[in-house]
């Protein structure tokens, strides 16, 4: 893929912002700015992976917000119907449907734990990486992948406090 998405959210300095754009360009993509919303990420996961029996859930703390990106998940889901079931309402309101069924959000991070691989989207801070990881690292199952999803901090640092440093 040729396109790279730089993501300038709140507390990304201007000069983080420029180093990752000219670092784009000089492993020939094409850089574009996105704009950092609730649920962006599990919207552009949710495309490739909806469709796949794979289970997706956003956790947030405010309920607004969660209500927030699955009006905005269902929305993509509909649109991606639309361009694949052209002339079959059926078909695509079933795919929106059966992708919905597979989403599922809650105010609590225990809900989502009992899988086997977890992407963490969250705020860019490390502090706060290290807690939910820490969090994690302890409810997950052992054999539970914990990947993120940080675009500016070290993977390293994100997950010094964790016991599984294979997963």
Known sequence: MRLLEVIKGDHISEETYQAMMEW??????TCITCKDTPGFVVNRLLGPYSAEALRMYERD???DIL???T???ENNLKRVAKKTYKDD???AESFVKDCLERV????K???????DLIIEAIV????????????LDKLAPEHTILATNTSSISINEIGAGINRKDR
């Open 109 to 115: 991070v225990e809900d989502g734990v009992n899988v």
């Open 61 to 63: 703390l405010n309920p």
């Open 89 to 91: 309402v059926a078909k």
């Open 24 to 29: 784009g360009k000089s492993i020939g993509k």
């Open 67 to 69: 209500a927030k990106s």
């Open 71 to 73: 009006k905005s998940i």
């Open 104 to 107: 599922k959000v809650s105010t």
């Open 124 to 135: 860019e801070k490390l502090d706060v990486k290290q807690e939910l990881f820490n969090k």
